[in-house]
């Protein structure tokens, strides 16, 4: 079925600093990725939409200068969050669609960032 | 845009018994209603879905019933068992694969034994 490997799975950093997170397909065509993003004992909140070759489209309340989203590839999207700080901290996940089963939504195992 | 509502927000059940989780959604367009299963630091898992051309949905344990005048949708779980103590989250979504999931905003359920 439809794989979509994240890496990392969990990640320290320092606050100020920047921190990618990659979202790949490994065995279909992901033409769209959603980034989604969970607090603790939260519900997981959308925080951007971005399609292969585009520019992504961000949720009322996401900065997109802070959150960079690139989908280079069909197959590839990363998100860098910059400028790191301790209420960034959250777990995020992406979802692909474009691809494998139930109207395309698969999910990422998704990273736990902590900012220090 | 999509407003997805789900109650109750915790939910204790004996084991064996059925519990039930509701939701509601707000855009008429939401044709693809799955659920979600999500242990402590793991992604969701789909448990079971529904699309707006079927009022019901039954995979062993798991039921889905979907209202669309009414806009509501419901997991039912019977006899339950310690392993299903989990947050069930509800989603909804214009289907496609190309439109979001708007998730609700989670149940916590408990199966004391």
């Known amino acids: 079925g439809a794989v979509v490997s994240q890496h990392p799975s969990w990640v320290i950093c320092k606050s100020g600093t920047s921190v990618k997170i990659e979202c790949r397909s490994l065995d279909f065509q992901a033409t769209t990725m959603f980034w989604y993003r969970q607090f603790p004992k939260q519900s997981l909140m959308l925080m951007a939409t971005s399609n292969e070759g585009s520019k992504a489209t961000y949720e009322q309340g996401v900065e997109k200068d802070k959150f960079l989203i690139n989908h280079a590839s069909l197959t590839l999207s990363t998100l860098t969050v910059t400028s790191a700080h301790p209420e960034d901290s959250s777990f995020y996940i992406c979802s692909a669609g474009g691809g494998g089963t139930n109207y395309g939504y698969t999910f990422g195992s998704g990273t736990r960032l902590t900012v220090v | 845009g999509e407003n997805v509502e789900q109650h109750p927000s915790t939910l204790s059940v004996q084991e064996g018994d059925s519990a039930v989780i509701k939701c509601t959604y707000s855009d008429s367009a939401s044709n693809y209603f799955p659920w979600y299963k999500q242990e402590l630091g793991k992604r969701p898992q789909l448990i079971i879905d529904?699309?707006?051309?079927?009022g019901e949905k039954k995979d062993q344990r798991i039921a889905v019933t979907l209202n669309k005048t009414a806009k509501h949708f419901s997991l039912h779980i019977t006899e339950t068992q310690p392993e299903d103590s989990a947050v069930y989250f509800c989603?909804?979504?214009?289907?496609?694969?190309?439109?979001?999931?708007?998730f609700g905003k989670g149940t916590r359920l408990s199966v004391i034994a």
């Open positions: 529904i699309r707006s051309n079927v």
């Open positions: 989603a909804a979504s214009r289907g496609s694969g190309n439109t979001p999931l708007v």
